[in-house]
């Protein structure tokens, strides 16, 4: 996530730097093909325009379609934030002595809490993880130069800028070592995860820990982290459907193909310098179709390891600060803080 107000000119030309090049090649190819009288054909500019409008409807509705779900994925996780903290709470105020006949330690009562506890922040990297396991339709998975390109974005602009973050975190810090070994061997360790958060409340209730109220209310809140991650589940393995996703490139395509075609003939007219200058207007009309294309392109998938991502490294490393602090500890990890305007 850009966290920025503005954006740099710099990183702009970083991001798009080579559609300009290439936009550039094309556009003076065309521009030697009229001086040289190589060609001389014209294509009017109504028609050219009537095309540019109806792609630039269609890109937009793929942009505000790709938007919709980054949003939809930043109020999943705002979800997340909220039913974590009520979780830290009733974990803390629920668990006592209270309705057992035969009390047990402070330290055993908070050994419980802490387990219940770590187990969830194990849950929220977990499940943060296996968000951003590559799909077949992310970039990153098509091969070639549109995968080498991904992969630079990742490292340079996502989730590479936190690799040392990243690598601190380790499972096994919050998770029993018979539970690690058992949980990561099973299809979907994040479910799992939940899974045992419940039969342990099962256990709970038997030994009197909580009552039969406060077990269904602890049952409701580790529901909805099933309906969270569900949800989340679907944003990541439901693409924007390919149709709408894939044929805005090709319209945007047959615009700039059309377009020095049409443009350059119009300048031409207008004096002696007017073909050159139909080069950079012919490159800035081209480079803002693409970039239009692109935004939208790179925003429909939000748990990709790139600069548009939610920043779920931030907001789980938020969480455990708060749960933590919860449990009285003070030895707390450090706040995930934007490196280069970028927070993962």
């Known amino acids: ?70 949003w939809e994925a930043r109020k999943i996780w705002g979800g997340i934030v909220n039913e974590s903290r009520t979780w830290g709470m009733q974990v803390g105020g629920f668990i006592n002595n209270q309705f057992r006949s035969e009390p047990v330690s402070d330290e055993e009562t908070h050994a419980i809490k ?9 849950w929220l990297y977990q499940h943060r993880e296996q968000l951003l396991v590559p799909t077949s339709w992310e970039h990153i998975s098509q091969g070639g130069i549109m995968s080498r390109t991904a992969e630079m974005y990742q490292t340079r602009f996502g989730v590479g800028l936190f690799a040392e973050e990243i690598s601190q975190i380790d499972l096994q810090n919050y998770l029993s070592s018979e539970e690690y070994s058992r949980i990561m061997k099973m299809a979907n360790p994040a479910t799992q995860l939940v899974n045992l958060q419940s039969k342990d409340l099962e256990q709970l209730r038997m030994n009197d820990f909580i009552n039969d109220f406060q077990h269904m209310e602890m049952e409701s809140v580790l529901r909805s982290f099933y309906t969270l991650q569900g ?44 073909i050159w200058l139909s080069i950079p207007v012919s490159v800035l009309i081209g480079w803002i179709y693409v970039m239009m294309e692109i935004v939208g392109d790179y925003s429909e998938n939000p748990f990709q390891g790139m600069v548009n991502d939610i920043p779920t490294l931030s907001l789980s490393r938020t969480i455990e600060i708060d749960l933590r602090e919860m449990l009285g500890e003070t030895d707390l990890p450090k706040k995930i803080e934007s490196k280069g305007n970028v927070l993962m």
């Open 114 to 122: 802490k387990r219940l506890i770590y187990r969830h922040i194990a």
């Open 231 to 274: 949800r989340n589940e679907r944003i990541k393995k439901f693409p924007l459907p390919r149709q709408y996703a894939n044929m805005s490139r090709y319209f945007v395509g047959i615009f700039i193909t059309f377009l020095p075609f049409s443009m350059i003939p119009e300048l031409m007219d207008s004096g002696k310098f007017g």
């Open 1 to 70: 996530m850009i966290v920025s107000k503005g954006l740099h000119i710099s990183k702009l030309i970083k991001w798009s730097g080579h559609h300009i090049v290439w936009l550039t090649l094309v556009m003076s190819f065309a521009v030697l093909l009229y001086h040289f009288g190589w060609i001389n054909f014209v294509i009017p500019w109504l028609p050219v325009s009537v095309i540019g409008t109806a792609v630039a409807f269609y890109v937009g509705f793929k942009n505000n379609q790709s938007y919709s779900r980054a």
